[in-house]
């Protein structure tokens, strides 16, 4: 499984950006999906998760109410469209997969087996 991560950039606070994951998988309406980000000098944090059908998400209080997370299986990809960002929403953003056996998402790191490469958001005050 290849992710391949994109629509980062520079933007002010209070702007937007959409995030995109595409994955190289021929099933991937098995498999659950997460964001993750890594600032400079901190460990990787959880963003959101969306399960295998897209109905389950789940959010770190940190972006609740401002970022969501959505799939399209028919285009393999994965977005998180994050409003209302913040100087500290700046980080290095990764997408994650892993086969899913249930219904559910996953939070922690070491729960997803592939990684994209990371793209850079980067909010100026």
């Known amino acids: 499984v290849q992710l391949q991560a994109s629509g980062g950039g520079l933007v002010q606070a209070g702007g937007s950006l959409r995030l995109s994951c595409a994955a190289s998988?021929?099933?991937?309406?098995?498999?659950?999906m997460g964001w993750f980000r890594q600032a400079p000098g901190k460990e990787r944090d959880f963003v959101a998760a969306?399960?295998?059908?897209?109905?389950?998400?789940y959010y770190a209080d940190s972006v609740k109410g401002r970022f969501t997370i959505s799939r399209d299986n028919a285009k393999n990809t994965v977005y998180l469209q994050m409003n209302s960002l913040k100087p500290e929403d700046t980080a290095v953003y990764y997408c994650?997969?892993?086969?899913?056996?249930?219904?559910?998402?996953?939070?922690?790191?070491?729960?997803?087996?592939?990684w994209g490469q990371g793209t850079q958001v980067t909010v100026s005050s």
């Open positions: 994650a997969a892993r086969r899913a056996y249930a219904l559910g998402v996953y939070i922690e790191t070491v729960e997803y087996d592939y």
């Open positions: 969306i399960g295998w059908g897209g109905a389950t998400t």
């Open positions: 998988v021929h099933d991937f309406s098995n498999y659950a």
